[in-house]
């Protein structure tokens, strides 16, 4: 499965006000969801060149996200306020991007899709985790196996 694409375009960073102020890229008409823990969602993507993963977006007050743009990244990037850079980023999740013998496993199977369906987050991505590592198909095969 596709990850799914939240935002693209051309932003200018800003700069919040203040000693130690953050610097940021805002996702203007992007906004958060009750369902995510403090309104983060995590995400991956590219700022210019620069690829990206396990970030986190956070909300202002009224709920639009921002992308806090840490030293490091800044750096890399060569830019600092005032500079504009193009801006792709999609949601960054295990269930979203998954794994492909598990989805194809869970399509054929809808008893497996059931005990999947009803794991807990913590099951399932220990499950996911077991797959990814897997060293061959025969492992994933047999991981599967025992979880379902």
Same mark, same amino acid.
């Given at each position: 499965?596709?990850?799914?694409?939240?935002?693209?375009g051309?932003?200018?960073?800003?700069?919040?006000?203040?000693?130690n102020a953050?610097?940021?890229?805002?996702?203007?008409?992007?906004k958060?969801s009750p369902?995510n823990?403090?309104?983060?969602?995590r995400?991956?993507g590219?700022?210019?060149? +620069?690829?990206?993963e396990?970030?986190?977006?956070?909300?202002f007050g009224n709920?639009e !996200?921002? *992308?806090?743009?840490? =030293?490091? &990244?800044?750096?890399q990037l060569?830019?600092?306020?005032g500079?504009?850079v193009?801006?792709?980023?999609? +949601?960054d999740?295990?269930?979203?991007?998954g794994d492909?013998?598990?989805?194809?496993f !869970?399509? *054929?199977?809808?008893? =497996?899709? &059931?005990?999947?369906?009803?794991?807990?987050?913590?099951?399932?991505?220990?499950?996911?985790?077991k797959?990814?590592?897997?060293?061959?198909?025969?492992e994933?095969a047999?991981?599967l196996?025992?979880?379902?």
């Open positions: 499965m596709e990850a799914k694409k939240l935002f693209e051309t932003i200018e960073i800003q700069r919040f006000e203040g000693k953050w610097t940021y890229i805002r996702l203007e008409g992007l958060t369902e823990p403090f309104g983060w969602l995400v991956k590219k700022i210019d060149e +620069i690829s990206f396990r970030y986190h977006l956070m909300p709920g !996200l921002f *992308f806090p743009l840490k =030293a490091k &990244l800044r750096k060569r830019k600092e306020k500079d504009k193009h801006f792709v980023c999609f +949601i999740d295990p269930f979203t991007d492909k013998d598990l989805n194809e !869970l399509q *054929f199977d809808s008893e =497996a899709n &059931l005990k999947w369906k009803n794991m807990n987050s913590t099951q399932q991505r220990h499950i996911l985790h797959l990814q590592t897997a060293k061959n198909q025969e994933k047999s991981i196996g025992k979880c379902f």
